[in-house]
């Protein structure tokens, strides 16, 4: 069985960093791109970024570019997402998704950006 | 960027009755390698999303037939044939042939009348 477990999420003040995590597991972690999704509160989804299956390539939205970075070890069968210079407009719950096609989602993980 | 326009925004339906979803992209999904990647998404109340079409009309398992997707180029359809309760929440559709980056519709709510 397929599974995206996310971790990590927390509440940040503006101007930090927080640390997201996916643990994966059912499938060859290696072989699938991956994704990051976010959903600020009471809103609709938005893509953040996504990365190729050996981490060659990485793609970001652009309010995002410069302040988030995603990496993935598959040894370790995980996804990562470093934020850094968080905005308040950065708070969501972000989700793994797996494929071009999206066509497994995590749990989420809450991200509060807040003095 | 892709703009994905859906409509509309709520849709109320009485449980058996049929619903219709439209989602219109601000240009074509066909992609040069000849695949539409225009996906729909469902997100119940308190839930994770959840993928329940692909490339415009294939269905993912354990998606009930009542669910069926269809459209070409700009223009695509949701559609439920009899509603249940369990088909309420929000559907998204969204488009993996133009990237970066990947754009979703606003949603539409669908609730029970």
């Known amino acids: 069985e397929v599974q995206l477990v996310e971790s990590g999420g927390g509440l940040v003040q503006p101007g930090g960093s927080l640390r997201l995590s996916c643990a994966a597991s059912?499938?060859?972690?290696?072989?699938?791109?991956m994704h990051w999704v976010r959903q600020a509160p009471g809103k609709g989804l938005e893509w953040v970024a996504k990365?190729?299956?050996?981490?060659?390539?990485?793609y970001y939205v652009d309010s995002v570019k410069g302040r988030f970075t995603i990496s993935r070890d598959n040894a370790k069968n995980s996804l990562s997402l470093q934020m850094n210079s968080l905005r308040a407009e950065d708070t969501a719950v972000y989700y793994c998704?797996?494929?071009?096609?999206?066509?497994?989602w995590g749990q989420g993980a809450l991200v509060t950006v807040s003095s | 960027d892709v703009v994905m326009t859906q409509s509309p925004l709520s849709l109320p339906v009485t449980l058996g009755q049929p619903a219709s979803l439209s989602c219109r992209s601000s240009?074509?999904?066909?992609?040069?390698?000849?695949?539409?990647?225009l996906n729909w998404i469902q997100q119940r109340p308190g839930q994770s999303p959840r993928r329940l079409i692909y490339?415009?009309?294939n269905r993912d398992s354990g998606v009930p037939d009542r669910f069926s997707g269809s459209g070409s180029g700009t223009d695509f359809t949701l559609k439920i044939s009899r509603v249940e309760a369990e088909d309420v929440g929000v559907y998204y559709c969204?488009?993996?042939?133009?990237?970066?980056?990947?754009?979703f519709g606003q949603g539409t709510k669908l609730e029970i009348k």
């Open positions: 998704a797996r494929n071009w096609a999206f066509d497994y």
């Open positions: 059912g499938f060859t972690f290696s072989s699938y791109w």
């Open positions: 990365i190729k299956q050996d981490g060659s390539e990485k």
């Open positions: 240009q074509s999904l066909v992609h040069s390698d000849g695949n539409t990647y």
């Open positions: 490339k415009v009309s």
């Open positions: 969204m488009q993996g042939t133009h990237w970066p980056p990947h754009t």
